[in-house]
């Protein structure tokens, strides 16, 4: 059954999720809220090193989440029903696009897709965000204010923002290692 359900949520992930892997958060999100696979804290650190590492963001949080769910075989599957729709879309298009590429009705609707896809990136821009800079779970209202920031968070996202503004010739591995690093040693 386990592997029915995982086959089910990550072909819906793959099927709507346009834009690429950041547009698949909101719908990872979902899945930590419906099943115990992974915890939002776990999806947090899957969005950290999927982003961090080589590979499609989707994919591998599928594969982490899969494995999580269900060893190796849960890995498989949910990889491999996250790029289905993608691979049956891809077969379709490329056999109708010829014929129908000139029509207006699909210029404008390749057009929709776009402000569609924005939405969704950064939709998941401002979870992450939140997630990183914020203690969202202490809010319990303005007199809580002071402790929903996470100062020491905030004050390296700035420190580190102004360094990739000013320094743009260093590779963006070392700044990724640098927070990754600073993560382990101050644990914001």
């Known amino acids: 059954m386990i592997f029915l359900q995982l086959f089910w949520e990550f072909f819906k992930t793959g099927l709507f999720a346009v834009g690429g892997g950041l547009a698949t958060i909101p719908f990872l999100k979902d899945i930590t809220l419906k099943y115990p696979w992974f915890t939002p804290q776990d999806l947090l650190d899957m969005i950290a090193v999927s982003e961090s590492t080589p590979g499609p963001m989707g994919v591998n949080s599928a594969t982490y989440a899969g494995f999580q769910a269900a060893g190796i075989p ?10 289905l729709p993608s691979v049956i879309v891809i077969i ?72 990739i503004w000013k320094l743009p010739r260093i590779h963006p591995i070392v700044f990724i290692g640098v927070g990754a690093l600073c993560g382990i040693v101050f644990h914001f």
């Not at 849960?74 to 790029?83: D, F, K, R």
């Not at 009705?105 to 776009?114: C, E, I």
């Not at 990183?132 to 996202?157: C, K, M, Q």
């Open 92 to 163: 379709l298009v490329s056999r109708a696009l010829n014929r129908f590429k000139d029509s207006r009705l699909v210029q404008d609707g390749f057009y929709g897709l776009r402000p569609a896809s924005a939405g969704l990136i950064f939709g998941a821009l401002l979870e992450v965000f939140a997630a990183a800079l914020f203690h969202t779970e202490l809010w319990t209202g303005l007199s809580s204010l002071g402790a929903v920031f996470n100062l020491p968070a905030i004050a390296f996202f700035l420190i580190l923002s102004l360094a």
């Open 74 to 83: 849960g890995a498989l599957v949910a990889t491999c029903s996250l790029v």
